[in-house]
């Protein structure tokens, strides 16, 4: 095919390397769209559901959606704590606390109280206890367990009668097993206006839709832009 003084003539490998691109980079592009649609479906349900407070009388945790914000009553078992390691808060180290309370039905809910710094030293654990124990009414979100990226970075929490325990990416069945009783599968990010917690900022983890969103636009551009290219490297002069 003759364009203007130019003869129009891709290479079979040429064409092949090009157009695999291209449908890579356009999948790669759908991925991160459907990604940024499906983050902003979790951003709603995570506005919706500081809506209003639930109260649970007995009913479990995993009776209400991921988010929604709820009050239960029970005691605080602060003899036996979890401090959830590699938690960053604000570019700094350091742990979430986890700790159980007892409700009165005899369930267990994991409270995450907040974010307390790392103290320097492994063997200098930050002072997590409890100025009284008794019946307390708490309010949070629920929400679920960290995971990690990569499974590596799981740490079960350690044996041995002493509390609390460091553990990293703990599942619900090993935070069961070190407190020797069942425990909900889901856990209560208590609010930041409650008493007995620590630095609470809650969000949403990852990235905001937008940032999908935008990826999905880049690898886009790089899905027309193999396409360009193919274009003009199969442009070749035409013989005199």
Known sequence: MRLGGRLFAPSAALTGLMFA?????????????????????????????????????????????????????????????FLLDNSIHRGLDGYQVLTPLRRAHGD???????????????????????????????????????????????????????????TSFPTVAELSAALGRPVDRRILLLDPKEPNGYERDWRLPGMPALENWGYAIQWWVFSAAALVIWGVLSLKRSPA
Not at 21 to 44: D, K, P, T
Not at 46 to 53: E, I, N, P, S, Y
Not at 120 to 143: E, F, H, I, N, Y
């Open 21 to 81: 691109l291209a449908a890579v980079f356009f999948a790669l592009g759908r991925w991160q769209w459907h990604a940024g649609n499906a983050r902003e479906v979790e951003f709603r349900r995570f506005q919706r559901g500081a809506d209003h407070v639930v109260a649970l009388g007995w009913v479990s945790l995993t009776q209400v959606p991921v988010y929604q914000r709820v009050s239960l009553t029970g005691s605080y078992d602060g003899a036996h704590q």
């Open 108 to 166: 267990t809910v994991l409270i995450d109280r907040g974010w307390v710094p790392f103290t320097g030293s492994r063997a200098r654990l930050p002072d997590v206890s409890l100025k009284s124990a008794g019946p307390v009414s708490v309010t949070g979100r629920v929400g679920r367990l960290p995971a990690p990226g990569l499974s590596f970075g799981r740490a079960p929490p350690p044996a041995g009668p002493h509390w609390p325990k460091v």
